[in-house]
């Protein structure tokens, strides 16, 4: 699936939040309670856009939280790798075995859990990525 | 266990009398990795001359029945081939024979030896096998290709096995008559619980495999990032055999002794390289999955898995299917 033209930088971490905030309409309840209980927050890191964006899950809502110092389960990857995989150019896993993706922290007795996130936070990218693209004011390079 | 070594004891061919299976039926329960092979192995032995065992297929799952049909076995349903058991072996993948060891538990007749070759279902309390039967451990330590290749070359193959009860007294006789008709006691066969089995055998699949790939998949990138050619890093890496000659290499003349026969530069360079890795690390990742493993947690991680229609495998599948550079590597390879 072609992408749509990418947000600016700037957007990013608004772009973001805004993922955040569609994954949590599409997780049913129990779904969003077993995360809750599986992982409370995640740590996402991109180090090329220095961005950090931290995803509290509590049982009644996800939610954008402040990134801590030292935090207990990250996720980190290049911006291009996520919207290369939200877009369908490359899977996450082929980018996770390809070494673009590090994960620290997980128990991974509790996979099925961050499993369970993936497609919907794909989806979410893509739609965040694409009200972006289409807002007047979005900066397009 | 062997009292002078304090190792588990080790059986080979002398120590059995595969003859005690002759006239008996044996059942494979699930005609898989493991049911193809061992079906055919104790056919081969005891399944034809004088007073032959006749070696049937349990199968509830229709390609696997078709299979067995095709390799020349009756196939009956799992209860029906246990009903006529004298030695039935459950070979049921781990997590899915507590949905239908009642069944089979229920028509298994009393004097009957029900054989695990994973100790895995047992270990955890997962299945509770019927009163007044024998329940045995057979594990093979080598997959379904090697089971039957290394038994046809007459080199046999490692198991583990064991007793968990002995409704008979002849429990430990009918296991290594199975072992031996089933190939493996020509190289020969550990003694275990069932619990040493499984942890033994998800502690090294958990702990040492993992780092193992890890290695090898950091070693690729790295490689490539810096311009060196794929195919020449897949090959040093495994591709042209010369890893797996240094694994028979270690089993054949020692694991330390073998590091020693690749030259001086190998041994400096891998034994220097070697001190500057973080083992700490790497020890403490593996106590934490040892303790998962032996508490149960792995196990009950698993059975989640299964119950919830392996939510997981989807994403698994996806990793190991994506044409990624290292499969686009080994194919062109094969083209070439």
């Keep these: ?141 | 266990m062997n009292p002078q070594t304090n190792h588990p004891r080790l059986f080979r061919d002398g120590d059995a009398d595969p003859s005690l299976l002759r006239g008996k039926t044996i059942a494979i329960l699930g005609y898989g990795l493991l049911g193809q092979p061992l079906a055919q192995n104790l056919r081969d032995a005891i399944g034809s001359g004088p007073n032959p065992a006749r070696v049937i297929v349990g199968s509830d799952d229709e390609p696997s029945s078709a299979r067995a049909r095709t390799d020349g076995f009756e196939v009956l349903s799992l209860v029906d081939a246990a009903a006529r058991a004298n030695v039935a072996l459950m070979l049921l993948p781990d997590e899915v024979q507590p949905d239908f060891m009642p069944a089979i538990g229920a028509h298994l007749r009393p004097g009957s030896a029900l054989v695990f070759a994973s100790g895995y279902a047992l270990a955890y309390g997962l299945v509770t096998p019927p009163a007044g039967i024998d329940v045995l451990l057979f594990a093979p330590r080598m997959g379904g290709e090697a089971i039957r290749q290394r038994t046809v070359d007459g080199r046999g193959y490692m198991a583990y096995l064991g007793v968990e009860h002995d409704a008979t007294g002849k429990a430990r006789d009918i296991v290594l008559a199975l072992a031996a008709a089933g190939g493996c006691l020509k190289f020969g066969a550990l003694e275990m619980t069932v619990k040493q089995e499984v942890v033994l055998d998800l502690f090294v699949e958990q702990a040492f495999g993992p780092w193992m790939g890890a290695a090898l998949l950091s070693a690729f990138h790295v490689g490539t990032e810096a311009g060196l050619p794929p195919l020449g890093l897949l090959m040093e890496l495994y591709l042209s055999g010369e890893m797996s000659e240094t694994f028979a290499q270690m089993a054949r003349d020692g694991f330390l002794p073998s590091t020693l026969t690749h030259g001086f530069a190998a041994s400096f360079g891998g034994m220097t390289r070697a001190l500057a890795i973080d083992r700490e690390q790497m020890a403490d990742q593996m106590r934490t999955i040892l303790g998962e493993i032996d508490s149960g947690a792995f196990a009950e991680a698993l059975q989640d898995e299964y119950k919830n229609g392996y939510p997981c495998r989807p994403f698994l599948d996806k990793v190991v299917g994506d044409d990624d550079i290292i499969s686009r590597t080994e194919r062109e390879f094969r083209a070439m």
């Design chain 1, 1 to 141: 699936m072609p992408s749509p033209t990418p947000a600016d930088a700037a957007g990013f971490p608004a772009m973001l939040a805004r993922m955040i905030g569609l994954i949590d309409t599409k997780l049913t309840p129990q779904q969003r309670e077993k995360l809750a209980a599986a992982m409370p927050s995640i740590q996402w890191e991109f180090p090329d856009v220095d961005t950090k964006l931290c995803l509290a899950a509590a049982r009644d809502a996800l939610r954008v939280a402040e990134p801590s110092a030292n935090p207990q389960f990250v996720v980190r990857m290049a911006r291009s790798t996520l919207e290369d995989a939200a877009f369908g150019r490359r899977s996450l896993g082929a980018a996770f075995l390809a070494g673009r993706i590090h994960v620290r922290g997980m128990n991974p007795l509790r996979l099925r859990e961050f499993i369970m996130l993936v497609d919907p936070l794909l989806e979410s990218y893509r739609e965040a990525h694409l009200e972006s693209a289409n807002q007047p004011s979005a900066a397009v390079p």
